[in-house]
């Protein structure tokens, strides 16, 4: 029985290799020789070199560094800019395309986190991002709010105007509307919770960074339109980073 | 004329017929000479995006943590990372432990607040230092790195959230590719005004990671 269990075991190893074999991809090596290291980064030793006109396989990819392996079976990981120089079966170099700016320009979502000062707390923001046009974009925010006095959080929609998306830096505008609530600390525990509808006026600037990745700066003002006589202002100041696709 | 036409087509076909088999001869005769057998593996162009990409980093792990003046105990969690480059990572963290009583409660034998765990999360940058192997024994080699990280987040304690901020080292060892065992050091940092007076807590923490890259 544990022996039918353990050919049971071996051929689902089998049958699972073969489908990570069928993954593997070849190129010719084009320069005079290619080096392996142990790990995906130049920190690591360099134990092997593969020579030109031998054919290696790429397994897989970490960052910029690729996992491959040699015709006598030795793995190593390769830089991007050195698997660059190798050869497509075709004859071709191969080419591993970085998003950049012109994908920066087209993107339709966002995705991010920022941290800033909400009237004196410090605030935590993730927000997402939907683009209609490279123009104007609907976004969803969600708050942690953390203060002296008291905690909370937020949700908004807003709708965002992008003036001039193809330029690496560009400021928008926002409009949105959201609540938020706020509650006291436990030891001030005269006043109760409060949730209160918000009405949020924008503006910051995006910036493309590199890659998939952006940075982002925002002021927000809110005006807190609560059951009492005055609305309140709130000012809140953030930055953060985002990845776009 | 017709007929004469054809009979040269027909002698033309045989002709090539007879060189095609004397080629043919001519082929087993260099059977000999060592062969070149063309490996029948379908080879087509490479795409990038037909790699398996290895960038996020899933995490579990347990470990002490001495809350200042709130005793030491059992802290555990998960962290997802996702890495940026070679040298730099950004990691999400949760994290829970539980609190011990403080001597100020215990010198007036009263609890100041009910909820004893302390859970944290935050978002935190790691900068990979000092990559390269480290040696078990005379015949092991594994890939290592120490690393270096820090961020913001917050920490649900004493029935408050505090803003926090935490700073730490590891060392990370990778018995495959794929897997890493992490030994991790970090200190949190909030205010609280728990026992009267607000003052600045320190978290340690040291805990035991094992990580799978997908």
Known sequence: MRIRWLTFCLYLIGATSAVAAADIQ?????????????????????????????????????????????????????SKSQLEQTLQPSGTKVDFPDAGLAEYDQHRWEIGLMAGDFGGATSYTGYGSYGFSRHLSVEFKASQILGNFSDGWSAAINLTHTFVPEWRVSPFFSLGTGIINIEPKANLAQTTDRSDQVAIVGAG???????????RLEY?????????????????????????? | MESGIRSIFLAGVIGSALLGGAS???????????????????????????????????????????????????????????????????????GQTKVGESSLEKFVNEKFFDDRNLTYYDISLGWNVLPGESFLGQKRAYNSVFYLIGGLGSTDFADDSNFTVNFGFGFKLFPTDSIAIRLEARDYLFDTDVNAEEKTLHGMQGTLNVSWFF
């Open chain 1, 205 to 215: 600037l995006k910036g493309y960074l590199s890659r998939r990745f952006m940075v």
């Open chain 1, 220 to 245: 927000d003002g809110y005006v807190v339109l609560s059951s009492r006589n005055d609305n309140e202002d709130v000012d809140e100041w953030k930055a953060g980073f985002a990845v776009f696709f």
């Open chain 2, 24 to 94: 043919v001869h001519a082929q087993d005769a260099d059977n000999n000479a060592p062969q070149v057998i063309e490996p029948n593996v379908e080879r087509r162009d490479v795409t990038a995006g037909a790699i398996d990409t290895e960038n996020f980093e899933v995490t579990g792990f347990i470990g002490i943590m001495s809350v200042e003046d709130f005793e030491t105990n059992a802290v555990y969690g998960a962290r997802l990372a996702y890495h940026i480059n070679e040298s730099l990572f950004a990691e999400a963290a949760i």
């Open chain 1, 26 to 78: 070849y190129v010719l090596v084009a320069d005079p020789y290619i080096e392996m290291h142990t790990g995906p980064a130049a920190g690591y030793p360099i134990t092997h070199v593969v020579e030109r006109d031998n054919e290696i396989g790429i397994k897989k990819r970490r960052t910029d560094w690729f996992l491959i392996v040699d015709s006598t079976g030795k793995e190593g990981w390769v």
